[in-house]
């Protein structure tokens, strides 16, 4: 799994086919040095802060719209 920071983790298999291996894992303890100001953090409101961890081959969220043109 890739944070948006560039970060890597692995994921044990057994976390894996216990969740049935989802596309994203919300990482809650924010626990390195620079989770307080990373511009990659999520602050819902009325829940706990997390940060978004994909699989390390998965396309950028936004890669589809890389070719979008809002002219047409």
Same mark, same amino acid.
């Given at each position: 799994?890739?944070?948006?920071?560039?970060?890597t983790?692995?994921?044990?298999? /057994?976390?894996?086919?216990?969740?049935?291996?989802? /596309?994203?894992?919300?990482?809650v303890?924010?626990?390195?040095?620079?989770?307080?100001?990373?511009?990659?953090?999520?602050?819902?409101e009325?829940a706990?802060?997390?940060?978004?961890?994909?699989?390390?081959?998965?396309?950028?969220?936004?890669?589809?719209?890389?070719?979008?043109?809002a002219?047409?």
């Amino acid at each position: 799994m890739r944070a948006g920071c560039g970060r890597t983790r692995g994921v044990p298999a /057994a976390d894996v086919a216990r969740a049935g291996a989802p /596309a994203v894992w919300a990482y809650v303890a924010l626990a390195f040095p620079e989770c307080p100001e990373c511009p990659h953090r999520v602050d819902p409101e009325g829940a706990a802060s997390f940060c978004v961890w994909r699989p390390v081959d998965a396309p950028h969220p936004f890669a589809a719209l890389a070719g979008w043109d809002a002219s047409s």
